[in-house]
């Protein structure tokens, strides 16, 4: 397996790569098993997997979410390598952002919604830096994790609206025993907050109402930023932990379509 820093080496080597189909995982390091399940997917669907990684400065609204992100490049390239990976890039600011984010991709309706609603410009960061990472990677398929549910339909849009050539994938959300959803983030949950964790998953799979969900959650002590239907699942939100250790954690899951629900959203 190769790293690159250099995203102008990294062209090189992409121009050489004859295998008949590219896969790529991106993501923002510290890599759990969610990660390894995207990567097995590519490696088994495709001649040549490429993994990204790169903490996007641009998709973070809060500075101290941005400065405890967990960095693990050596441990993300052990794992990387054992999955059978060909490359890592994982290049600095200055290589991804030559034009320090002047421009941008914006989508103007469902950014706006659900995660977009809470981190203003979220989606602009993360819509920017994949638009970027598909031009440098040019895969026949890129992976995406349902537990970014809105994340992977606003990329997969994104996709189709410019006519890039790649093939967008959604992966099943791989979860804990407990049924908390694998997340980067849960290396910042303390003992007390993952033990109310997995509540989260809990409350979406039960038959409680939204509006009940969201007390249960309140109670237990989350601050809720929002549980509610789309595309016919159940999405949350919700912070756990005080001040500067508050972790925030998303999740959603399919739910079937009943009397409260119409086209998979809250009437
Ligand atoms: O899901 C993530 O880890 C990030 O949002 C992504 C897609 C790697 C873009 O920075």
Redesign the pocket.
């Known amino acids: 397996m190769k790293i690159f820093n250099s995203i102008d080496q990294f062209r090189l080597e992409r121009a050489q790569v004859t295998a008949a189909r590219v896969g790529f995982v ?3 390091g510290a890599l759990h098993k969610g990660h390894a399940a995207l990567i097995e997917r590519s490696v088994k669907e495709c001649d040549f997997t490429v993994v ?1 990684v ?1 903490v ?1 400065a641009a ?1 973070f609204d809060n500075a101290d979410d941005l400065s405890r992100y967990p960095e693990t490049l050596e441990q993300d390239a052990e794992l990387v390598g054992a999955l059978g990976v060909d490359i890592i890039l994982a290049p600095t600011y200055e290589q991804m952002y030559p034009d320090d984010f002047r421009y941008r991709v914006v989508e103007t309706d469902l950014s706006g919604e659900l995660c977009g609603k809470h981190r203003d410009g979220h989606f602009t960061g ?1 819509l920017t ?2 638009l970027k ?1 598909l031009n440098i990677v040019r895969p026949d398929r890129a992976y ?2 349902e537990k ?1 549910f809105q ?1 992977y339909r606003l ?1 997969e849009g994104m996709a189709r609206a410019f006519f890039l050539d790649t093939e967008i994938v959604p992966c099943e959300t791989v979860r804990e025993h407990d049924g908390l959803a694998l997340s980067s983030r849960n290396l910042n949950l303390d003992s007390n907050a993952r033990a109310l964790a997995p509540l989260i998953y809990e409350a979406i799979t039960s038959s409680a109402s939204d509006e009940v969900v969201t007390e249960r959650l309140a109670r237990a002590g989350f601050d809720v930023d929002y549980v509610m239907r789309k595309f016919g699942r159940r999405f949350v939100a919700a912070r756990i932990g005080k001040g500067r250790r508050q972790v925030r954690l998303i999740d959603n899951v399919p739910v079937p379509v009943d009397s409260k629900t119409l086209n998979g959203e809250k009437t």
């Open positions: 991106p993501t923002m990204s790169y996007n998709q993360v830096v994949v990472l995406f994790g970014d994340q990329i």
